[in-house]
């Protein structure tokens, strides 16, 4: 069974990994706000963009998003939360399951390190034929890997419980 997996680094430029009939594909895209926008308008454009995506795609069985508990500026966190809340309830309307998974918990499982540096990531992604063109499409390429693996090991364990 093929499925179609969406894995989003949220930010201002998000990062996304889609995994669809075996093949991944991965970028970027900029939300930030242009000169003459006022400040909902990057939740628009993110709205958007996640409708062309499933356009494009037909469905998405499952889409993960790395969750980010802290951030270290108050914009940077506003803005996450802003495109936090537009793509749960998006998910909610398109009916698609979806779930955080903790940055420690991806940067381990991609490098060893719960605490790994954008380097270590780059560089880990690269390591597995991917060339990120920054560190939010190399998060995101990482946390697709942790998600299919997690996917895997649960189909072919179903009386297994695994802790997302």
């Not at 997996?5 to 990062?15: C, F, K, M, P, S």
């Amino acid at each position: 069974m093929s499925e179609t997996i969406l894995a989003l680094d949220l930010g201002t430029v998000t990062g996304w990994a889609l995994r669809r009939n075996g093949v991944t594909t991965s970028g970027t895209q900029s939300f930030k706000p242009g000169r003459y926008e006022g400040g909902g308008m990057r939740y628009l454009r993110f709205a958007r963009w996640l409708d062309e995506i499933l356009v494009s795609v037909g469905s998405i069985d499952a889409l993960y998003f790395e969750e980010v508990r802290r951030h270290v500026g108050t914009d940077a966190a506003h803005v996450y939360g802003g495109l936090l809340a537009h793509l749960t309830a998006w998910c909610e309307a398109q009916g698609i399951p979806y779930q955080g998974v903790p940055v420690g918990t991806i940067k381990k499982h991609a490098t060893g390190k719960g605490n790994a540096d954008k380097a270590a990531m780059l560089t880990a992604m690269r390591a597995k034929g991917y060339a990120p063109t920054d560190d939010n499409e190399a998060d995101a390429l990482a946390l697709l890997h942790w998600t299919i693996e997690q996917r895997v090991i649960k189909t072919a364990h179903p009386a297994l419980e695994v802790v997302l």
